[in-house]
């Protein structure tokens, strides 16, 4: 009677038609918003979803606020890390450091004893935070999660949200990484790229036929890498820019180091030859990745806004 593929989408087009596209969209995740909001004596616990790995974000946050290498401290839990994760803590929050405890799901058995070494801290100093990451299991202890922030880190929904994600944890610096004019829109194609191998995920076995854990590492590495390049092709005072390269290292080497189905990595390799060439910048003829419903154009963009 309910097809599990279908219902989902169904109740969520049912949403957006009776009420507001709004209550069906996941807002992007503000890391320095969920900083203001915790203390040294607040846990914050994400709870992760396929391809999310808040930690390159955390760390970011952590450079920004001058907390850098030596404050951030992270770790994979994992057998035979308890007493070296028990060090981390009690040392963190004496010196005020930023700890960072991936995976928490290995290690269920020693979350008990986490919560106990939580509980016991004598004043831990105010700069202190303990970010955990856990993905979604009935085992984590229900006293760590009742005083902690709790972080859902959803995929974005839609190529809209997709887009968006990305470009939210971009900045008006990162944007002028280049001064080639043609940077700002290639990183525009790049988000797209990245926006509709995600979005294939819906479409179960026929979008890939295997389940690939695309995620912002990918996105961002591909971002310094057309930087790099096009800075290259500035200094030797090439006009040509090299799409060959930037697809080989994008679609073969950074996300396609993810792809083992021989069929998936052609997808893959096909959007990226209608997407990446010189035809994006002709004058002559208008580029579309798209004209079904809507014209979806490379914008010119001139800032982050």
Same mark, same amino acid.
Request: aromatic share 12%.
């Given at each position: ?5 279908r219902c989902v989408n ?35 616990? =994400?709870? &992760? ?8 974000? !955390?760390?970011?946050?952590? *450079?920004? +606020? $001058? ?34 405890l991936n995976n928490c ?6 979350l008990k004893s986490m ?24 085992? =984590?202890? &229900? ?8 972080? !859902?880190?959803?995929?974005? *929904?839609? +190529? $809209? ?145």
């Amino acid at each position: 009677m309910f097809r599990p593929d279908r219902c989902v989408n169904a109740i969520k087009n049912f949403i957006m038609d009776k009420m507001n596209p709004t209550y069906v969209s996941s807002p992007p995740i503000m890391y320095d918003k969920i900083y203001k909001q915790s203390t040294e004596k607040t846990p914050i616990v =994400f709870i &992760l979803s396929p391809g999310a790995d808040p930690q390159a974000e !955390v760390q970011r946050l952590a *450079d920004e +606020l $001058g907390y850098g290498q030596s404050k951030f401290i992270f770790a994979a839990l994992g057998q035979g890390m308890e007493s070296h994760a028990k060090a981390m803590i009690e040392r963190g929050a004496i010196r005020g450091h930023w700890i960072m405890l991936n995976n928490c799901h290995l290690l269920v058995k020693w979350l008990k004893s986490m919560e106990a070494i939580i509980e016991n801290l004598q004043k831990p100093d105010k700069n202190f935070r303990l970010w955990l990451t856990t993905e979604p299991t009935d085992e =984590f202890p &229900l006293g760590i999660l009742q005083k902690s922030l709790k972080v !859902v880190t959803e995929p974005p *929904d839609g +190529l $809209g949200a997709n887009l968006r994600s990305n470009y939210v944890r971009l900045t008006d610096e990162d944007l002028d990484a280049s001064e080639r004019p043609e940077f700002k829109q290639l990183i525009y194609v790049l988000s797209f790229f990245h926006a509709v191998i995600q979005e294939r995920k819906k479409y179960g076995k026929i979008g890939w036929n295997i389940k690939y854990d695309f995620n912002a590492s990918d996105f961002n590495i591909s971002f310094r890498l057309i930087a790099l390049y096009l800075n290259k092709a500035l200094d030797e005072g090439d006009e040509d820019l090299p799409w060959e390269t930037l697809r080989y290292l994008i679609g073969e080497a950074m996300y396609g180091g993810r792809v083992t189905d021989d069929f998936d990595r052609r997808v893959m390799m096909c959007y990226l030859q209608e997407y990446c060439g010189d035809f994006i910048f002709d004058s002559n003829q208008k580029f579309y990745f798209s004209r079904v419903n809507y014209d979806y154009v490379v914008p010119n963009l001139e800032n982050l806004e």
